[in-house]
């Protein structure tokens, strides 16, 4: 069973930057038609989508987040990351990333809205943003 792993939370000012990391077990296999993605969720609201890519091309980002956020990976260390700029207090929240594999790349790009193309999730880590 594929495992993730999150790390890189904590806190930060209000126009600082962060950077997420997260690692894939052995058992995540890559393709050119994988999806993996960034996801947040607050208390008592949604899970939102934050960022997804796709193995063969394609990153695709939330409007919350555009021009301020960047997703990128490693397939050789199976490793996902969002550098996170110009944070701002409303990306407070528990940060996912998630692992899906054999999808499409307009599927991928979907993720963002209807996660269910993704089969494994990491436990978070927290990002609080002060003012």
């Known amino acids: 069973q594929v495992q993730l792993v999150e790390s890189g939370g904590g806190s930060v000012q209000a126009g600082g930057s962060m950077r997420l990391s997260c690692q894939a077990s052995a058992e995540y296999g ?3 038609r994988n999806c993996m993605g960034w996801f947040r969720q607050v208390p008592e609201k949604e899970r939102e989508g934050v960022a997804t890519i796709y193995t063969s091309g394609g990153k695709f ?3 919350s987040i555009q021009g301020r956020f960047t997703i990128s990976q490693d397939t ?6 969002l550098q996170m700029d110009d944070l701002k207090p409303e990306d407070t929240a528990m940060y996912f990333c ?3 594999v054999t999808v499409w790349s307009d599927q991928c790009a979907e993720g963002l809205r ?5 089969g494994a999730w990491g436990q978070g880590t927290q990002v609080t943003v002060s003012s």
Do not use: N, Q, V
């Open 114 to 118: 209807e996660p269910s193309i993704f």
């Open 61 to 63: 980002y939330a409007d």
């Open 30 to 32: 890559y393709s050119s």
């Open 76 to 81: 050789r260390k199976k490793m996902l990351y």
């Open 98 to 100: 998630a692992a899906g």
